[in-house]
């Protein structure tokens, strides 16, 4: 059974770091593309990051400059490493997989992934 939990989150303030975790179970992420969506309250789910694949990767014009996605295969867990932050980060943070590789014109749309971890809480907030 594919799991995800994500991990890391909280309250940090204004220009402050945060990394979040994704534990993946259930299949090995070697050859599964990576991604971290978000959706803020009162708007639409938005893609973040990804790490396809086949190598790829990917940032929202957003977060470019500011966040980091990376992977430890061996350990089976995909990261979000995030800095700057700015209240606007602020949302529920999800982990995302799927077997197929991304592209550049979709990576960020969600309903081309099939694994969904529940999320985890980012406020920036001074």
């Known amino acids: 059974q594919v799991q995800l939990v994500e991990s890391g989150g909280g309250l940090v303030r204004p220009g402050g770091s945060l990394t979040l975790s994704c534990a993946a179970s259930?299949?090995?992420?070697?050859?599964?593309?990576l991604a971290w969506f978000r959706q803020a309250p009162g708007k639409e789910r938005e893609g973040v990051s990804c790490?396809?694949?086949?190598?790829?990767?990917y940032y929202s014009d957003s977060v470019k400059g500011r966040f980091i996605i990376s992977r430890d295969n061996a350990k089976n867990t995909v990261y979000l490493q995030m800095d700057s932050l700015k209240p606007e980060d602020t949302a529920v943070y999800y982990c995302?997989?799927?077997?197929?590789?991304?592209?550049?014109?979709?990576?960020?749309?969600?309903?081309?992934?099939?694994?969904w971890g529940q999320g985890t809480q980012v406020t920036v907030s001074s």
């Open positions: 995302v997989a799927d077997s197929h590789s991304m592209g550049l014109g979709f990576w960020d749309e969600s309903r081309w992934y099939d694994y």
């Open positions: 259930g299949f090995t992420l070697d050859n599964y593309s």
């Open positions: 790490s396809s694949s086949d190598g790829s990767t």
